[in-house]
């Protein structure tokens, strides 16, 4: 009798360890990520799911929001990078702007920035440097190079204002002191509100999905100890609102804006070469998409292929469906989405990627407090004309394209459509990766 209770007690150990359920697929067959893996590491993804969810809702509460919207306490480490991001597009030209200001590098010493802007009137200009002297003005509010982000309000309101030159077009690093310069005088102030709540990565995503991303990895003891260590000092978060004010060129009049825009700000030991290609989707819509009997208006989704990366995932994906603040709308997270893997790239003759005309994306998602909710599908196409932005960070180790096309946003059970503008961001490493100098995410 001992010895059929440990033949069966094995037995099922081995199916709990061997055994992975059926993939969840989208309505054309394909397999949707986070895959996961076994049952068994499925349920051990889902408890470090749920003790990573508690951790980041502890961090995001301990701090004061001033606290958490300035710069944090830097690491000695030489892929250490705080990042505060803005990404906004007006509806009725679909011009846009996009900056970043960070502070990377051992103790954080170092600055790259950049200011991109994608005008109907005047082409696509851009300001586009590394290795600059981290520098702060007397409120602490990030800048460089005459770019300033000045925190007016925690957690709600921005002010982005620059005064000076920048180049016309979007050149590459390596070419920007060889190639002749047209340069142009830019004057921008604008004002960041936000309409959205705030979106904190791993506090608010679903369990299923977080847990899912780790346990369909293969597991070893560098991956757990790269799990626990990442429980400190590190965050991210996003939102979404309105980006209002003015952008001047050459003296000439200035033009007015109310751009959709999506704001980043975020902070952990991670380097852009470590990944093979990313693609990240940041949407407003024109007309609300109405999901579980509530309005949204924003969405995001994210995926990411570092399928060599030597200190954590190979493959992450996350996104969110967002509705306007003070509504009482739940906010929606991901299930599952596309695979990173089964987006195309085109190969140019010297190597360098660069993305497809067109896009088609889907994403999964539910209220991040109702796990028993069966989750919405929702459609993103994205194609036609193509309005592109560029930058390469570490120092031409990674391309980043800012795609602006016409959006497409469709719930799959009702099939209804809705006109949606933004950006399709994007990035290809340039060459190939090497863990001993390239670092990992």
Same mark, same amino acid.
């Given at each position: 009798?001992?010895?059929?209770?440990?033949?069966?007690?094995?037995?099922?150990?081995?199916?709990?360890?061997?055994?992975?359920?059926?993939?969840?697929?989208?309505?054309?067959?394909?397999?949707?990520?986070?895959?996961?893996?076994?049952?068994?590491?499925?349920?051990?993804?889902?408890?470090?799911?749920?003790?990573?969810?508690?951790?980041?809702?502890?961090?995001?509460?301990?701090?004061?929001?001033?606290?958490?919207?300035?710069?944090?306490?830097?690491?000695?480490?030489?892929?250490?990078?705080?990042?505060?991001?803005?990404?906004?597009?007006?509806?009725?030209?679909?011009?846009?702007?996009?900056?970043?200001?960070?502070?990377?590098?051992?103790?954080?010493?170092?600055?790259?920035?950049?200011?991109?802007?994608?005008?109907?009137?005047?082409?696509?200009?851009?300001?586009?440097?590394?290795?600059?002297?981290?520098?702060?003005?007397?409120?602490?509010?990030?800048?460089?190079?005459?770019?300033?982000?000045?925190?007016?309000?925690?957690?709600?309101?921005?002010?982005?204002?620059?005064?000076?030159?920048?180049?016309?077009?979007?050149?590459?690093?390596?070419?920007?002191?060889?190639?002749?310069?047209?340069?142009?005088?830019?004057?921008?102030?604008?004002?960041?509100?936000?309409?959205?709540?705030?979106?904190?990565?791993?506090?608010?995503?679903?369990?299923?999905?977080?847990?899912?991303?780790?346990?369909?990895?293969?597991?070893?003891?560098?991956?757990?100890?790269?799990?626990?260590?990442?429980?400190?000092?590190?965050?991210?978060?996003?939102?979404?609102?309105?980006?209002?004010?003015?952008?001047?060129?050459?003296?000439?009049?200035?033009?007015?804006?109310?751009?959709?825009?999506?704001?980043?700000?975020?902070?952990?030991?991670?380097?852009?070469?470590?990944?093979?290609?990313?693609?990240?989707?940041?949407?407003?819509?024109?007309?609300?998409?109405?999901?579980?009997?509530?309005?949204?208006?924003?969405?995001?989704?994210?995926? /990411?292929?570092?399928?060599?990366?030597?200190?954590? %995932?190979?493959?992450?994906? =996350? @996104?969110?469906? $967002?509705?306007?603040? &003070? *509504?009482?709308?739940?906010?929606?997270?991901?299930?599952?989405?596309?695979?990173?893997?089964?987006?195309?790239?085109?190969?140019?003759?010297?190597?360098?990627?660069?993305?497809?005309?067109?896009?088609?994306?889907?994403?999964?998602?539910?209220?991040?407090?109702?796990?028993?909710?069966?989750?919405?599908?929702?459609?993103?196409?994205?194609?036609?004309?193509?309005?592109?932005?560029?930058?390469?960070?570490?120092?031409?180790?990674?391309? /980043?394209?800012?795609?602006?096309?016409?959006?497409? %946003?469709?719930?799959?059970? =009702? @099939?209804?459509? $809705?006109?949606?503008? &933004? *950006?399709?961001?994007?990035?290809?490493?340039?060459?190939?990766?090497?863990?001993?100098?390239?670092?990992?995410?």
């Amino acid at each position: 009798m001992l010895l059929l209770l440990l033949l069966v007690s094995c037995g099922g150990l081995y199916a709990l360890c061997s055994y992975s359920p059926k993939p969840i697929r989208d309505d054309c067959g394909n397999i949707l990520d986070p895959v996961g893996g076994s049952v068994l590491k499925n349920g051990i993804g889902m408890l470090m799911a749920v003790i990573a969810k508690y951790r980041e809702r502890s961090s995001s509460r301990e701090h004061t929001d001033e606290a958490i919207e300035r710069f944090h306490a830097t690491e000695d480490h030489k892929f250490f990078n705080e990042s505060y991001y803005f990404n906004g597009s007006d509806l009725k030209t679909k011009d846009r702007i996009i900056s970043r200001i960070s502070h990377r590098g051992r103790g954080g010493a170092k600055s790259y920035v950049f200011l991109l802007l994608d005008l109907e009137r005047y082409g696509q200009l851009s300001l586009e440097q590394d290795h600059v002297d981290a520098d702060v003005d007397q409120y602490g509010n990030p800048r460089a190079l005459g770019l300033v982000y000045e925190c007016l309000e925690p957690m709600k309101r921005w002010r982005i204002k620059y005064t000076g030159k920048m180049k016309r077009g979007c050149v590459h690093p390596q070419e920007s002191n060889t190639c002749k310069q047209d340069l142009v005088d830019v004057k921008v102030d604008m004002l960041y509100s936000r309409e959205t709540p705030v979106f904190w990565y791993m506090r608010d995503d679903t369990p299923e999905c977080l847990g899912k991303n780790l346990s369909q990895e293969p597991w070893g003891l560098q991956f757990l100890q790269v799990c626990l260590k990442r429980s400190k000092n590190h965050g991210h978060y996003e939102d979404y609102g309105r980006l209002c004010g003015t952008i001047r060129v050459n003296n000439d009049t200035p033009i007015e804006y109310d751009m959709g825009t999506f704001r980043d700000h975020s902070w952990d030991i991670r380097s852009w070469k470590c990944m093979e290609s990313l693609l990240i989707v940041l949407v407003t819509l024109e007309q609300p998409l109405i999901l579980f009997g509530h309005e949204y208006w924003y969405l995001d989704l994210t995926l /990411v292929s570092m399928p060599g990366n030597s200190s954590g %995932v190979a493959r992450y994906s =996350t @996104g969110y469906v $967002l509705p306007k603040d &003070g *509504t009482g709308a739940p906010t929606l997270a991901l299930t599952t989405a596309t695979s990173v893997n089964d987006i195309p790239w085109k190969t140019r003759e010297d190597g360098v990627h660069e993305p497809m005309p067109k896009t088609q994306v889907v994403m999964n998602v539910r209220p991040n407090d109702n796990a028993n909710a069966k989750p919405a599908s929702i459609r993103i196409n994205m194609n036609g004309p193509i309005r592109r932005l560029m930058y390469w960070p570490d120092d031409g180790g990674f391309v /980043v394209y800012e795609d602006s096309m016409d959006i497409t %946003v469709t719930e799959v059970t =009702t @099939g209804k459509s $809705l006109n949606a503008y &933004g *950006t399709r961001q994007s990035g290809h490493r340039v060459g190939t990766y090497d863990p001993t100098v390239d670092g990992g995410c």
